[in-house]
């Protein structure tokens, strides 16, 4: 049966709604808001059941035990390292397993910017589940929300809290955007970074991480946008830029370094990507305002 009397060291926090009300008409708080925030350890016979949905978005991050949520007619189950998203207004139900109780840290978020965030991380009624790498990050955001409110709701705290929602929301996305160790994709970025001296053959990154070239040049367009040879050359270039801003080597040295001949043709590829020669680059940074210069 449903939980009533709450969890054996949980925290909750329910913003009064007449605070909520004022701060969906202030800056920042208006454009993502954290309503209700909370932390059920063990949470033995939690459910909640909501047919018609609810006004705001709930994100639940599990890190222990497993849990389940239903969505239409489909039940999902949710483990550790787990985060399960509702959209507002989508009718849901979800609770703790009966054996293997979650503990959960969960919160409402409401705002113009959540649907946006919430479309980041592609979730969907049939895919409501994102897997988290880095759920000690997720963890330490909440417990940075849960201890700002247990404190006060003045309007600074509530934009701190937001601002904290926010970086939880995109933490979330790039969890679910960046590969596992053991994946392929993950494993080529790795030999990509290894490689920075010189060039790189596609077919020869796709061999030894077991997958067909077509198929590695598909990973790296969903994760990064643009191809395995594209990817490579940006890590060079930020390289390059690195060499430039922190040691006094030549062009030709760099060149060099990062794998290229040819300085000239290294300047080409820096301009390309940067706009500007490795020499103007170095120059731009080293530059420093007079008091006869004026703003800038």
Known sequence: ???????????LIVL???VVLEALSRPVTRRILVTDVGFYPEALDHQMARPRGIDQTVVIVCTAGTGWARIGETTHRIGAQ?????PRGVPHAYGADANHPWTIWWAHLTGSDVPELIKGLDVSETRPTVAMKSPEKAVALFDEIVSGLERDQTPARLIASAGAAFKLLTQLTVDRLLPSPEDPLHRAMSYLRERLDGAVRVADVARLVGVSPPHLAALFRKATGGGVLAHHTALRMARARQLL?????????????VGYDDPFYFSRHFRRHHGVSPTGFRARNLQFPTESSGPS
Not at 1 to 11: A, C, L, W, Y
Request: glycine share 6%; net charge negative.
């Open 1 to 11: 049966m449903p939980i009533e009397d709450g969890f054996r060291g949980q925290r």
């Open 16 to 18: 009064p709604r007449p």
């Open 82 to 86: 787990q985060a399960l998203l509702l």
């Open 245 to 257: 801003d922190a040691t006094d080597a030549t062009v030709a040295e760099i060149a060099r370094d």
